[in-house]
């Protein structure tokens, strides 16, 4: 049974990582084919967190079900036979979303606030502003998201700023991922 429980914390780790790198090195969720089942691989996975005490996958699949579903998917279940979060998990969702999205806007996203003030600065900070455009009215929870081609329109040296930001911004947030969500530290989950 040892062996057993082993493999399944293991494959459960690799759908829900419990460092950067591993989370930089999944596919995005080979093992779920059907998006439609999102919300059952989520909530499934946070009431196994609980039955039987593997704490470290709870940060990744608390966020993912911030960043996947919206907040009626998370507050209502579809049907009775459909697994639900618990009051306490709907509440720890929610306020870790809201942490998550303050969290983006000072490190993850930072650079999107900085201002060009090179050559071509009217088509740089222009990118900026149009780019802050996709957080609005209501900010998505982009947090843990890798560097994609967002440089387009900035300058050169904003673009690798952007970058390094971006970067140092995500790794912040990762490391205090379990915080965010009323849990311990990584070094404590991965412990037990």
Same mark, same amino acid.
């Given at each position: 049974?040892?062996?057993?429980?082993?493999?399944?914390?293991?494959?459960?780790?690799?759908?829900?990582?419990? @460092?950067? /790198?591993? +989370?930089? &090195? %999944?596919?995005?969720?080979?093992?779920?084919?059907?998006?439609?089942?999102?919300?059952?691989?989520?909530?499934?996975?946070?009431?196994?967190?609980?039955?039987?005490?593997?704490?470290?996958?709870?940060?990744?699949?608390?966020?993912?079900?911030?960043?996947?579903?919206?907040?009626?998917?998370?507050?209502?279940?579809?049907?009775?036979?459909?697994?639900?979060?618990?009051?306490?998990?709907?509440?720890?969702?929610?306020?870790?979303?809201?942490?998550?999205?303050?969290?983006?806007?000072?490190? @993850?996203? /930072?650079? +999107?606030? &900085? %201002?060009?003030?090179?050559?071509?600065?009217?088509?740089?900070?222009?990118?900026?502003?149009?780019?802050?455009?996709?957080?609005?009215?209501?900010?998505?929870?982009?947090?843990?998201?890798?560097?994609?081609?967002?440089?387009?329109?900035?300058?050169?040296?904003?673009?690798?700023?952007?970058?390094?930001?971006?970067?140092?911004?995500?790794?912040?947030?990762?490391?205090?991922?379990?915080?965010?969500?009323?849990?311990?530290?990584?070094?404590?989950?991965?412990?037990?």
């Amino acid at each position: 049974m040892v062996r057993i429980r082993e493999e399944a914390v293991q494959r459960l780790t690799y759908e829900f990582p419990t @460092t950067l /790198a591993a +989370l930089d &090195s %999944t596919v995005d969720y080979s093992r779920i084919e059907d998006p439609k089942s999102v919300t059952l691989e989520f909530f499934s996975a946070i009431q196994l967190a609980h039955q039987f005490n593997i704490p470290q996958i709870l940060p990744w699949a608390f966020y993912g079900c911030c960043y996947y579903l919206t907040f009626k998917q998370i507050c209502q279940p579809e049907g009775p036979l459909h697994p639900s979060l618990s009051r306490e998990d709907v509440q720890t969702c929610l306020v870790g979303w809201q942490k998550l999205v303050e969290q983006q806007a000072r490190d @993850t996203f /930072a650079w +999107l606030n &900085s %201002t060009c003030t090179s050559e071509k600065s009217d088509v740089c900070n222009a990118a900026r502003q149009k780019m802050r455009q996709h957080f609005a009215p209501l900010p998505a929870c982009k947090a843990l998201d890798p560097w994609q081609p967002w440089q387009q329109g900035l300058c050169e040296e904003c673009a690798a700023d952007a970058k390094v930001s971006h970067e140092a911004g995500r790794k912040k947030i990762w490391d205090k991922l379990p915080l965010l969500f009323g849990l311990p530290s990584w070094f404590q989950l991965l412990r037990e």
